[in-house]
């Protein structure tokens, strides 16, 4: 039994290590003064991260790619609290072939969905923008979403609904005063999951985007150049304090959310 | 009895399902009335389209002499406790029960106070300010009674209130609905499975089966004048043996009854409507007498054997079995002092009352 669990326990560590290692070994290159990534490390410097407030093109990508995420999160969201509303709410005809078309780029390869976006596109004649990549991330998104706020909307008991009309409101402010505070977990996760894959998203971005490249699609752009490279360090090292902030937020907010309606916890981010 | 809801030749389908298939009736002001049948009869579908939650296929209903067609839920002077009471988790219990209150032009402090006075009316004085989610089965009951009836609707529907409670809570919360009932003296409708509930909470009951009304009677005259076996097998205990009807004879009926012989029955003990044929007799276990040593009958005397004993505390049940007959018959006796516990396999005379016999035809 004792070897067997030391067995584990050495396999557990050592896929940790694989897991993270490289993202461990991110802020150590971006703080390190060399543009070659290599050890042994040659002392501390915050030049990569000064650096990168100078270049504009930078800049741009990522307000492209705010732009985008937000807007993508947002119209995720809201088409997913529509359609898993009408999932779980309604029976309609064609209901099982409906849903099952808007989850399907779930598990469509991603060149797939970017080649035929792109040939639809410019078969209509719309141009390149970031508009067209906000279409096709909301169109990744959604399932996502959906996926999310049907467990949201599953959990709540149809009765609370009834009850509020019942006492005198209408459809609207019920879904303002009981269904939207009941379901706001998922609804905050939803954005957030959305928001992440939009974030990070590159083939359907590299087809769609114009002439303003999102930040992914920069940053794949700037791996030409070696002595670029401790400054994209410098970037990620960003990115992934951030991603860790914004779902320590997101659990916050979810914790609070079950403990202020008295639900069980069935397990979230972290 | 001034009518507060008229329900006239009301149909729901739902597809080919035909849920609700032809009800007829009026719900008296105050009163307190009850829709009792087993799991699927439609009951429940019938009290919500009272609350408008349904719409109707065929038919009509009129509350307060209002026709209800086409008249949202919000916009009908009733409230409903639901089964799963519906307590908004994210609300404290005072917001819950003020909810109704949102658009009343009223004063905060006129709506708090009225709050208050709800909440005391249900027994929850000063649990105004805890977390909904906090509370017991039995107080998530009691608020959603509370925030029903701060809205003082005409009529109160209940969609079987009682059946996630315990035994002792039910029991007691039954007491307290009716006492509540006579208080605020609105119309309760209350919708049950619970046979025994509904006898004791109602003035009328309407037991239902397949999506119509099989008898509408108070609890007395349902209990002891079922018109049909069914209803008869659903309220209680009934025995019932095999009959056959010799003649009909204006207000006497004739009929030989198996192991019992003949005997004459007054018309209204055929409330079902009589007919000569085959038929059954039925009665129920407490009109039978198990005789002891000694003891004088009243009414007509059977011999048999007993089958089973179950003993109660309080009753005992016998399996009687009569002689010339195969079915055993339910008989409950009260344990009374120095009144010994019959044994499996004896004999024993069993006394009768033509007069507690109900004729199915």
């Known amino acids: 039994m004792r070897s067997k669990g030391t067995g584990f326990r050495a396999y557990t560590i050592a896929y940790l290590i694989f897991l993270y290692a490289p993202i461990v070994l991110l802020p150590i290159f971006a703080f390190n003064n060399s543009t070659i990534i290599a050890f042994p490390l040659a002392g501390f410097t915050t030049n990569w991260f000064r650096e990168l407030a100078t270049i504009p093109a930078l800049h741009h990508a990522v307000w492209n790619s705010l732009v985008i995420a937000v807007s993508t999160s947002i119209l995720s969201t809201c088409l997913g609290v529509f359609a898993a509303r009408a999932s779980t709410r309604y029976d309609f005809p064609g209901k099982g072939p409906i849903i099952g078309f808007i989850m399907l780029p779930l598990v469509l390869p991603e060149i797939i969905v970017a080649v035929s976006l792109l040939v639809v596109l410019l078969g209509i004649g719309i141009e390149l923008s970031a508009w067209t990549v906000i279409l096709g991330h909301v169109l990744i998104c959604t399932p996502f979403s959906i996926a999310i706020l049907n467990s949201a909307f599953q959990s709540l008991d149809k009765s609370l609904e009834e009850a509020a009309i019942d006492l005198g409101e209408t459809r609207w402010s019920t879904f303002r005063l009981i269904t939207f505070p009941l379901i706001m977990p998922g609804i905050i996760s939803s954005l957030l999951i959305s928001f992440t894959i939009s974030l990070d998203e590159f083939i359907i971005a590299f087809f769609l985007t114009g002439t303003q490249p999102t930040l992914p699609v920069y940053i794949w752009s700037q791996l030409r150049f070696p002595t670029k490279l401790p400054s994209i360090m410098a970037l990620g090292t960003i990115l992934v304090a951030l991603s860790i902030t914004l779902l320590i937020i997101a659990e916050y907010f979810r914790r609070r959310g079950i403990a202020r309606s008295g639900g069980q916890d069935a397990g979230g981010f972290l | ?361």
């Open chain 2, 1 to 361: 009895m001034k009518p507060i809801i008229q329900i006239r030749d009301v149909h729901k389908y739902y597809g080919d399902y035909h849920a609700l298939r032809g009800i007829n009736v009026d719900i008296g002001e105050g009163e307190f009335f009850s829709l009792l049948g087993p799991s699927g009869c439609g009951k429940t579908t019938l009290l919500r389209t009272i609350a408008g939650f349904e719409d109707l296929s065929q038919g009509t209903i009129h509350i307060d002499g209002r026709l209800m067609e086409g008249v949202p839920p919000n916009k009908r002077p009733t409230n409903m406790v639901f089964q799963s009471y519906a307590i908004f988790p994210h609300l404290t219990v005072a917001e819950n029960v003020g909810f109704g209150l949102r658009r009343d032009p009223r004063t905060p402090a006129q709506k708090a106070a009225a709050v208050e006075e709800a909440l005391e009316m249900v027994g929850l004085k000063g649990y105004g300010g805890r977390a909904a989610h906090a509370l017991s089965g039995g107080q998530r009951q009691r608020v959603a009674l509370a925030r029903a009836l701060i809205l003082k609707p005409r009529v109160l529907l209940l969609d079987e209130p009682l059946s996630a409670l315990d035994k002792k809570l039910r029991e007691q919360m039954q007491s307290e609905l009716r006492r509540l009932q006579r208080q605020v003296g609105i119309t309760f409708i209350l919708v049950t499975h619970d046979q025994e509930e509904a006898l004791i909470m109602s003035d009328r009951i309407a037991v239902m089966f397949e999506g119509q009304i099989a008898q509408l009677a108070p609890p007395q005259e349902l209990y002891r004048r079922p018109v049909t076996r069914q209803v008869a097998e659903f309220i209680g205990v009934m025995n019932f043996l095999p009959a056959s009807v010799a003649t009909v004879n204006g207000a006497r009926i004739d009929v030989e009854v198996a192991g019992l012989g003949t005997v004459e029955l007054a018309a209204e003990q055929c409330p079902g409507g009589a007919r000569s044929g085959k038929g059954s007799v039925g009665f129920r276990p407490e009109t039978l007498t198990i005789l002891f040593e000694g003891e004088t009958p009243r009414g007509r005397v059977a011999e048999g054997t007993v089958e089973e004993v179950t003993y109660y505390g309080d009753m005992t049940y016998y399996g009687v079995v009569p002689d010339g007959v195969d079915v055993p018959l339910t008989i409950s006796m009260r344990n009374l002092v120095g009144r010994r516990v019959l044994e499996r396999g004896e004999r024993t005379r069993v006394a009768w009352d033509p007069a507690a016999l109900v004729l199915f035809c």
